[in-house]
């Protein structure tokens, strides 16, 4: 199963659409880099006062995080299981 994910930088998740948690350093490394852009375009652009700027500076980061999500990642799909009620549980 590994081999399977040796190119993929994000697997598809388990349950839903979209991807889960990445599986390699790159993966890692595009998420922090992606949350240290929006914290510097937060800090450049106060979302009090410039919030258009802000919206679209976070928006443009966006998708370039979900085009890199689309390219490096398993191709996602609908999946859907039955959770464990026992696994439900918020606290144990």
Not at 10 to 21: D, E, I, L, Q, T
Not at 40 to 46: E, G, K, L, Q
Not at 57 to 71: A, D, E, F, R
Request: hydrophobic content about 45%.
């Amino acid at each position: 199963m590994q081999k399977k994910h040796k190119n993929k930088w994000f697997p598809a998740k388990k349950n839903g659409w979209g991807w889960g948690k990445p599986t390699a350093w790159q993966g890692w490394a595009v998420l922090v880099i992606y949350f240290a852009m929006v914290g510097a375009i937060s800090v450049s652009y106060d979302p009090k006062v410039a919030l258009k700027e802000w919206g679209v500076g976070v928006g443009i980061v966006t998708v370039i995080l979900l085009l890199i999500y689309w390219l490096k990642g398993e191709p996602p799909s609908w999946t859907w299981k039955r959770i464990d009620k026992k696994k439900k549980r918020l606290f144990k």
